[in-house]
Structure formats: C-alpha cells, structure tokens
C-alpha cells in the first residue's frame, strides 16, 4: 500500500471555524486558557516558530497539543530530555483517548521498535530523545513525516546540558534542517537572558521567531534559607510535624540514601530516596507511591522532578545548594502546582559551593584534554579512544559531526565554564542575601515589574506559613523502621 497516500488521508488540513476557547473547552473540557498558552498556540497556528517560557503547572503540553486537534497539518514530534517523561506524557495522552502516540526510546524492545519505525506516520504524537533523533537510521525514517509541529520540550537542556554531557542537543539545528525546516516549539519553565541566547542559537536559525514570556514568579511558595551547622538536625525538627507531601534535594545519591534512612529511622512516615542508581522498575514504583502518597518525602538528586504530575508537593528543601539560581527554580517550583501555598527551604552551611566548584573543575579539565586530538588525523584519534572517557567520546562526536567544529568547541569550552562560575556566585547571592529573596530571582529572569506580596520569604517576614492544613491520609505509623521495611509492611498490610 502506498503510505504516502495514508499520511495525505491522515493529516490533510483541516481547519475548524469553532475559537479557540469554545475548541478547548469541547477537547479538552477546560473552561480557559492558562496565561500564555493561548499566545503559544495563536503564534503557532500562524505559522511562527516560538520560545514559551511558562512557569511550572502552566500546562505547557496544551501548547503542543491544542494545534494538532484544531488545525491537523500534521505530526507533532516531541524531542524531550528524559525516559520517565516521556512515559508520563504518553500516559496522560493515552488516558484522555489519544491512541496514537508514541514514545521512542531504550524500553522500546527492538522488535516493537522496528514495527512502530515502519508505521511512524500513523502516529499523531511521537516522542523521542535527542540522542535518538541524531542517529541517521532513525532520522531517516522521519525525514518521510509531514512534521506539522517540532517541539522541543525543557529546551533549557540544550543550555544547560548540551555543552557537558548530552551533546546531542547542540546538534537539533542541524536535524530540523535534514527534517526541511519545520515549525517549532521551545518550551521551558526558566530561561535566563543567556540561556534564552544559547536557545536561539542552538535551536533556531534565521525564521522569526515569536517569543512567550511569563512571569517566573510564583506566589504561592515562601522562599526561606537557614544558615545551620547540623543540617540533620534542622530537617528532623523542620519534618516532625509535616503531614503533607515534600522532596528533599541532595546533590550526591549516598547522601540522598544516607540521610533517608537516618529520617526513617526517627519519623513515624515514610521517606525514601530516589537517583539515577536504581533500576528503571524501583524508580517507577517509587514515583508511583510517591505521586499516590504512600510515599511522603522524597530525598532525591536531580534525577527526579522534571515533568512529574503531582499537585500537592508541600514543600521542596534544598539540603546542598544547588549550581545554579535556575536549577533552584526549576526544583523549588515543583512545590504547590495546585496553587496552594507551599515551602521552599535551602539549608547552607557556608562552604556548601565548594562541591560544585570542583565538579566543574573537573568537566572543565576532561574537556582541555580533548584538545590534545585537534591536530591529529582521524587514524590517530581512533588509537585514543579506548584512553578516552564516555563524555570525551561523545564531545568528539560532536565536534566531528558540527559545522562548528574545533573553533566552535574552544570557543564555548572558556564560555561556559565563566558562566558556570557566575551562576555558582549568584546561587550563594541568593543564601546569603538580606533583601527580599523573591524579587532577587525575578531580577535574575530579568523581570521588571514586581508586586509586593504578603506572605514572601524569609526576608520580608520570618514566619513560615502553614502549609500543614491540607494534610494527606496516615497510611501507617513505623517508627524505627528502615525504609525497606516499611514498604515490606505497607505491602504486605496491602495498603
Ligand atoms: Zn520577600
């Protein structure tokens, strides 16, 4: 059968004269548009590629999603940064009836793979990781779509990850090019005056681009920080009374793992640890429980968060400062998406930074030794490679494989390790700052207008505000018990 004929069938245009706001509320049973989304979707439905920045629980996937209903002129490709995301979003797409959507990674069995590969026009949505995408086997299947929409979601990855260890992303300009240009979606929940440059320049070429920028600010969560010596300690006080659900951040899996049994140990519910160690399964099901409160706090590394669906996270505590203002947003904001008032909490001790200092030293160091191959043939380089580390590997890849090459790899190696450095000094800024700590990271997205809020952070007024008063159900009480055996008793109780 011809399957150029079936995708004429499938993604002829069609344009319906309902609004917008009577086609969201028939679709998708809302009765109005989140703010920005209805910018989002007008720019796109006018042909103009567009960067949405949209705060957390702004519903970005509407953005995407509304278009390909209302005027279907045909796929939408989702180019996102991690398994688990893309898995919930098939998910939530599946359970409001959407049956052709698919996600393209490493759970995908080969054999199923290859089947879903021969048949990629049938699929409304497809998502895929970018180091999916720049393999030229695959690539070369989607160069046969009649890609209607190119999203690239959490585009601040491109920024922030693209440089260090997930060059693929450096590479999307050169792919939508080989895709012949299609119209494009960037969606983020922050982006800083230098990261919205890296995603022009990465991701975009010379086509206008529209631009969507909410505020960043978010009202409903009190920014505090405490300065303490005994971090444990706080966080046994700060958690005794907490019957809501909240995440804990820790920039190393033993520490995620050490302090979540010493908190089980002394809290009378459960807490667990979650990281990039754990097998795909235990990550799932620690999710699962968490999402469904069986599960009340997560001590977790940044491996968790992005794109999780759950409204009632109370409070988010960083207990190591994190490397940038912008990740702090990015994980602080996973507090309170149901709108509610909600905690952010930063335990520093001065020193905390020095971590981070010498992480990125390290990457800085491993990338100066890949310079040590500019000059060598493509013979030589190949008697390096088993001397070569995974990350050096892939960084040779790109630059072997970029217009930009050697020069474009020099050039941001200096670049991006200043600035890297500078975000490490803002984030100490905001721990060690006595002015309102709210308005510090609007300024830092660069926002002008900013109100003054009642309840706002530690600095305006020193008194937390409850966040205890919609407290999730007491599934058990095992005091002195490890994690482990208290999700064996919770099993077994078959709670
Ligand atoms: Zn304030």
């Given at each position: 059968m011809n399957l150029n004929f079936i995708n004429f069938i499938c993604w002829k245009k069609v344009t319906t004269n309902m609004t917008l706001e009577a086609f969201l509320e028939k679709?998708?049973?809302?009765?109005r548009f989140h703010e920005g989304q209805k910018e989002t979707i007008e720019n796109l439905l006018r042909g103009k590629s567009t960067l949405s920045i949209l705060p957390t629980g702004a519903g970005k996937s509407l953005c995407y999603q509304f278009p390909s209903y209302y005027q279907q002129t045909g796929q939408t490709v989702i180019v996102s940064p991690l398994i688990s995301l893309m898995e919930d979003q098939v998910s939530l797409l599946r359970k409001n009836g959407e049956k052709s959507v698919v996600a393209i990674n490493s759970l995908l069995e080969k054999r199923s793979k290859k089947y879903v590969m021969s048949r990629l026009?049938?699929?409304r949505f497809i998502f895929i990781s970018p180091e999916s995408l720049s393999q030229p086997e695959i690539l070369s299947y989607f160069k046969e779509l009649q890609i209607g929409l190119f999203v690239v979601d959490e585009a601040h990855c491109i920024s922030q990850w693209g440089h260090d260890f997930r060059p693929s992303y450096l590479a999307l300009k050169e792919i939508k090019a080989q895709l012949s240009h299609p119209l494009t979606l960037a969606l983020t929940a922050t982006a800083t005056p230098e990261v919205k440059e890296d995603i022009y320049h990465q991701l975009f070429d010379v086509e206008e681009v529209a631009e969507v920028c909410q505020s960043v600010n978010r009202e409903n969560i009190y920014y505090e920080v405490v300065e303490t010596e005994d971090k444990l300690d706080y966080l046994e006080t700060f958690l005794q009374d907490k019957k809501v659900p909240g995440i804990i951040y820790f920039s190393s899996k033993k520490e995620a793992d050490r302090v979540s049994d010493w908190l089980n140990a002394r809290l009378p519910y459960l807490v667990q640890s979650y990281h990039a160690d754990m097998s795909n399964d235990d990550r799932i099901r620690i999710q699962e429980q968490f999402i469904h409160d069986d599960i009340r706090v997560l001590c977790a590394t940044s491996a968790f968060g992005m794109g999780i669906n759950k409204g009632n996270i109370r409070f988010v505590v960083h207990y190591h400062v994190p490397n940038s203002l912008e990740n702090f947003v990015q994980e602080s904001g996973r507090a309170g998406r149901d709108g509610k008032q909600s905690l952010s909490l930063v335990l520093y001790q001065p020193g905390d930074e020095q971590i981070h200092f010498f992480l990125q030293e390290q990457t800085y160091q491993e990338k100066q030794d890949?310079?040590?191959?500019?000059?060598?043939s493509a013979v030589d380089r190949q008697t390096f490679l088993s001397a070569m580390t995974d990350s050096q590997k892939k960084w040779l890849n790109q630059i072997e494989t970029s217009q930009e090459g050697w020069n474009g790899y020099k050039q941001t190696l200096t670049k991006k390790k200043r600035q890297q450095e500078l975000n490490i000094f803002k984030m100490m800024d905001y721990c060690q700052t006595s002015a309102c700590r709210r308005e510090m990271i609007q300024h830092y997205f660069n926002e002008q207008s900013i109100k003054k809020q009642t309840i706002c952070c530690d600095n305006c007024c020193h008194e937390q505000p409850d966040i205890n008063s919609e407290p999730v159900e007491e599934k058990q009480q095992n005091n002195q018990l490890t994690s482990q055996e208290k999700l064996e008793k919770m099993f077994f109780l078959g709670i």
């Open positions: 679709t998708f049973h809302f009765t026009n049938h699929y890949l310079l040590f191959l500019e000059n060598k």
